[in-house]
């Protein structure tokens, strides 16, 4: 479920002038007439459309506010999360971008609850005590067994073990080694500028790789987005990732996938790839700070 207030960039308690003049601000700037008929602005700016129909209608917006409640309230539901402390009166998770929105502490008391509810039905009880019961004898009469039998020494030969476990141990060393190295290509600060493949429109790139701590951040200044990568798979001299934004204006759209390839130790070549048909949409070239 689409949530307007987050494609507005407007707080749930705006104002019909504040969302008035949100969606002014962004038709104007998202207008495809205005961006050269950029696939990707023209989906984001009928997203704006609809959300100012439904907001600017106080009846439509007060049955659209109890579906986002609902449907928000379910989703933890469904999940298991029931702390009611990480839910607002209104609705909505109080969480950061990268914090889950399950945690798994959560997850015990909602598996507790159904099992309360099993043993609370009459003739269900019956039936659960009997497989109980039956599971904890054979457990006993297992672990009674096996307390009877006389334990045997035996002394092993330890010595070709040791030797097979050395080109083992050699193996993982020179992985290791080889993944550090591939870790030193991509890590560091990088900046450069991206070209839009058909609208041929310039903009800036910014990024963060920390790969010991599985950390890329990405920063779009003249576009106004910011976001972070996920690793999904690495080559000699290649990294792919998926994209999230998490600000700006396209934080609600489908995240497309990143590709940076080691031109040299100083330069990387970045590619973007369109989220519905992964056509190239933008590529540049980035430099080591």
């Not at 949100?22 to 700037?29: D, G, V, Y």
């Not at 659209?64 to 009611?84: A, I, S």
């Not at 889950?100 to 008391?109: N, T």
């Not at 073990?161 to 080694?177: G, K, R």
């Amino acid at each position: 479920m689409k949530n307007y207030y987050q494609i507005l960039s407007i707080s749930e308690g705006a104002s019909d002038e504040e969302i008035k003049a949100a969606f002014r601000k962004l038709s104007k700037k998202f207008h495809p007439d205005a961006n050269l008929g950029n696939a990707a602005f023209e989906e984001y700016f009928k997203e704006v459309q609809e959300a100012y129909e439904i907001l600017s209608d106080s009846k439509q917006r007060m049955v659209y506010d109890n579906k986002l409640k609902d449907y928000l309230f379910y989703l933890r539901f469904k999940k298991g999360n029931t702390n009611q402390e990480q839910y607002n009166t209104n609705g909505h998770t109080q969480h950061t971008a990268c914090e889950p929105l399950v945690s798994r502490k959560y997850r015990i008391p909602a598996f507790s609850n159904k099992l309360t509810a099993f043993f609370a039905h009459e003739k269900s009880s019956v039936f659960a005590i009997a497989i109980i019961l039956i599971v904890a004898i054979i457990t006993y009469l297992s672990i009674h067994k096996t307390n009877q039998r006389q334990p045997s020494i035996v002394i092993a030969d330890t010595s070709n073990t040791a030797q097979s476990a050395e080109p083992l141990a050699s193996n993982f060393e020179a992985a290791l080694e080889k993944q550090k190295v591939f870790w030193q290509q991509f890590d560091g600060n990088w900046i450069g500028r991206g070209t839009e493949v058909n609208t041929k429109l310039v903009f800036t790139i910014q990024l963060s790789c920390n790969f010991e701590r599985s950390e890329f951040l990405i920063k779009y200044p003249t576009l106004g987005f910011a976001g972070h990568w996920e690793l999904k798979n690495t080559d000699d001299d290649k990294a792919d990732f998926k994209e999230v934004l998490e600000s700006g204006l396209l934080n609600n759209m489908q995240s497309g996938r990143a590709e940076l390839l080691v031109v040299n130790k100083n330069t990387l070549h970045y590619s973007y790839y369109f989220p519905t048909d992964q056509n190239l949409m933008a590529e540049g070239t980035l430099t080591k700070k």
